[in-house]
């Protein structure tokens, strides 16, 4: 049972918008950042978006992140078949001094 | 470029130990914290250890507190992370990550096996 709540699955057809929530409490995403990361099968995790809604370098702008309370969200616009991956978000936990994950969604492209 | 490279997985039997390395480059190494996440076979990302830029810092997730202990060699751009008293719910790969929580860098994984 992970700290952080995410929905398994989420789907869209291309060139839609969609959104992957992400549910915490006030020690965990009501104080502090979040951060999504990507991961395609069989590889290593990416850094999608940090400090709530920043993107590294390379993201494209289709990728946006967002907080409200002690929840957070990830929307992807103009959907893309590449975009089918694996979904997590995480922050720092106040109470158990550490980062907690969310369980993850699974984005299928339509 | 930077690059971060683990290894030492493999399999050990429960109750065993293993040091897992994770060699970093390309970054001012000791100017960054870094981490360790895992990640059960079908399961989701768990994080499992950080430590500070020098070193003077460790933090650990509650699963491994008291079994696995963090530490890094500035002068060898290295972090380490040394598993004791490992259980089956321990195999996993394990993922070297540069800072802590919002993780920008991450290498390829070594895969812990813990059977009999």
């Given at each position: 049972q992970s700290v952080l709540t995410q929905p398994p699955s989420a789907s869209g057809t291309p060139g839609q918008r969609v959104t992957i929530s992400c549910s915490g409490s006030s020690s965990n995403i009501g104080t502090n950042n979040v951060n999504w990361f990507l991961q395609l099968p069989g590889t290593a995790p990416k850094l999608l978006?940090?400090?709530?809604n920043l993107r590294p370098?390379?993201?494209?702008?289709r990728f946006s992140g967002s907080k409200s309370g002690s929840s957070a969200s990830l929307a992807i616009s103009?959907?893309?078949?590449?975009?089918e991956a694996d979904y997590y978000c995480a922050a720092r936990d106040d109470s158990l001094d550490g980062v907690v994950f969310g369980g993850g969604t699974k984005l299928t492209v339509l | 470029e930077v690059q971060v490279l683990e290894s030492g997985g493999g399999l050990v039997q429960p109750g065993g130990s293993l040091r897992l390395s994770c060699a970093a480059s390309g970054?001012?190494?000791?100017s960054y914290a870094m981490s360790w996440v895992r990640q059960a076979p079908g399961q989701g990302l768990e994080w499992v250890s950080t430590i500070s830029g020098n070193g003077y810092r460790t933090y650990y997730a509650d699963s491994v507190k008291g079994r696995f202990t963090i530490s890094r060699d500035n002068s060898r751009n290295t972090v380490y992370l040394q598993m004791n008293s490992?259980?089956?719910?321990?195999t996993a790969v394990y993922y070297c990550a540069k800072?802590?929580?919002?993780?920008d860098y991450w290498g390829q994984g070594t895969l812990v096996t813990v059977s009999s």
């Amino acid at each position: 049972q992970s700290v952080l709540t995410q929905p398994p699955s989420a789907s869209g057809t291309p060139g839609q918008r969609v959104t992957i929530s992400c549910s915490g409490s006030s020690s965990n995403i009501g104080t502090n950042n979040v951060n999504w990361f990507l991961q395609l099968p069989g590889t290593a995790p990416k850094l999608l978006i940090y400090g709530t809604n920043l993107r590294p370098s390379g993201v494209p702008d289709r990728f946006s992140g967002s907080k409200s309370g002690s929840s957070a969200s990830l929307a992807i616009s103009g959907l893309q078949s590449e975009d089918e991956a694996d979904y997590y978000c995480a922050a720092r936990d106040d109470s158990l001094d550490g980062v907690v994950f969310g369980g993850g969604t699974k984005l299928t492209v339509l | 470029e930077v690059q971060v490279l683990e290894s030492g997985g493999g399999l050990v039997q429960p109750g065993g130990s293993l040091r897992l390395s994770c060699a970093a480059s390309g970054f001012t190494f000791s100017s960054y914290a870094m981490s360790w996440v895992r990640q059960a076979p079908g399961q989701g990302l768990e994080w499992v250890s950080t430590i500070s830029g020098n070193g003077y810092r460790t933090y650990y997730a509650d699963s491994v507190k008291g079994r696995f202990t963090i530490s890094r060699d500035n002068s060898r751009n290295t972090v380490y992370l040394q598993m004791n008293s490992l259980r089956a719910e321990d195999t996993a790969v394990y993922y070297c990550a540069k800072n802590s929580g919002d993780f920008d860098y991450w290498g390829q994984g070594t895969l812990v096996t813990v059977s009999s």
